[in-house]
């Protein structure tokens, strides 16, 4: 009975510990994934972020390793010396060994910095050190919000697409009918048969393409996102409203200081700044304050030597002072000018890089726009065509191939239309991340 009950625990335990294991599993998969889950998801998983996020609490523990110089440095010393010959010196003439064969010395030394540049420069530039490495973890963010949406967008594209080319096998599968119909009943040759049989068959080799091309754009959504390989997810998106973000004010002036890289040499600049402060400081002198307390015993007998403590102490003040360095400090000091000095080119190169993007990124967003309205008309045209030939065909009107024109031209007109929404999307991505005005906030 009790190995019964024992092995009723174990399979309990197991279950338990399955189920922990599938609910964690559960916890680390989106449920439901929109564009914004996406992007939340990658900013909590993606392994950049995460090494960027590392690297902040690298950089704080750096900075109050530095900052530690400022108190007080207290340490203890030990050492116990046995003299196998004892040193000579000379009195009166004559040679004579002094002190004892055996000694031993203990002590506590203790030091405080008064000025010292080092630790003054750590305290000094600790802030923009700070800024520094959040900054960086922002444009990180910035890089894996823009890249998983476009990917995101990707997807879409591709799913759209397939979803396209299964309206057309729909059609294409219709028309083969209607032809292999209208040829049994001696309408017309087999040539309009032969011909919707090649366009069925094109259309499911492409198809089959797609579907290969849809796993490769999935692999590099997970991979964006930090996602599990094997984690399952269906992107949810509403038609309408990705239409709707298509469009921006396109009246919108760059403003220089919403770039994250504008700021990062900001704060470079600030940090050579402190830089050139740091060379200035080499001519006045390091101050310390330093006290000791010393326990010294001495005795002819090794085994009697901690039994009398000769004690003694001291403190002081220490000043040092570089005299001459061989022009050193004043060529550091003209280096650290020089290199504020390129800070301010390299802010005067980024600002019309930035204003170059941003024109760029906003012609072809609206050259993008306007193309992506043409071919909004033209997918309804098509439409519209393609149903006036299907009548016309099946009335006796028109030949088949003009039908097969007119189901290739709603293809391309679909296709293009949804390639181009997905254009106008992207480019969008591109204009708002030259503005500086993507939204890393989730």
Request: charged share 20%.
């Amino acid at each position: 009975m009790k190995r019964f009950i024992f092995f009723l625990q174990i399979i309990s335990s197991l279950a338990l510990c399955k189920t922990a294991l599938s609910q964690k599993a559960a916890d680390t998969l989106l449920q439901e994934a929109t564009l914004q889950n996406c992007v939340q998801y990658a900013m909590k998983h993606q392994p950049i972020l995460q090494q960027s996020l590392l690297d902040e609490q690298i950089t704080e523990k750096t900075i109050k390793s530095k900052l530690s110089d400022w108190f007080p440095q207290l340490d203890f010393s030990f050492n116990l010396t046995h003299y196998f010959q004892l040193q000579t010196s000379i009195f009166a003439g004559q040679p004579t060994q002094i002190g004892v064969p055996n000694s031993s010395n203990g002590g506590f030394n203790l030091k405080q910095n008064i000025f010292n540049r080092d630790v003054l420069l750590a305290s000094r530039s600790a802030g923009d050190v700070r800024a520094q490495v959040k900054q960086t973890t922002a444009g990180n963010r910035i890089e894996v919000a823009v890249n998983v949406s476009k990917a995101f967008y990707d997807v879409l594209l591709t799913q759209k697409q397939i979803a396209l080319l299964d309206e057309d096998i729909v059609r294409l599968s219709q028309s083969l009918k209607d032809s292999y119909n209208q040829y049994q009943g001696g309408l017309v040759d087999k040539t309009d048969y032969k011909r919707a049989t090649i366009a069925l068959n094109n259309s499911k080799a492409q198809r089959r393409t797609y579907d290969e091309l849809l796993r490769a754009k999935y692999a590099y959504l997970r991979e964006q996102m930090g996602y599990p390989v094997t984690g399952g997810l269906n992107l949810l998106y509403d038609s309408l409203q990705m239409e709707n973000e298509a469009f921006m004010d396109t009246t919108q002036a760059v403003n220089y200081e919403n770039r994250i890289e504008w700021q990062m040499l900001k704060t470079m600049q600030n940090l050579q700044v402190d830089n050139l402060k740091y060379y200035k400081w080499a001519y006045i002198p390091s101050v310390s304050a330093f006290g000791s307390y010393n326990f010294y015993f001495l005795n002819q007998d090794l085994s009697q030597v901690y039994n009398r403590n000769y004690p003694y102490s001291y403190a002081g003040l220490q000043v040092d002072f570089p005299i001459f360095q061989g022009t050193k400090r004043t060529q550091e000091i003209r280096k650290a000018e020089l290199q504020l000095q390129r800070v301010d080119y390299d802010l005067a190169s980024l600002k019309s890089s930035v204003n170059t993007q941003f024109v760029q990124a906003m012609a072809v967003y609206k050259s993008n726009l306007n193309n992506y309205a043409i071919l909004r008309e033209n997918l309804e045209l098509a439409r519209d065509v393609y149903n006036t030939i299907q009548l016309q065909y099946k009335s006796g009107i028109k030949a088949y191939l003009e039908v097969i024109n007119a189901e290739t031209d709603i293809r391309s007109a679909q296709v293009n239309y949804t390639d181009a929404l997905y254009q106008v999307l992207s480019s969008k991505l591109d204009v708002q991340k030259a503005l500086g005005t993507i939204n890393i906030n989730y």
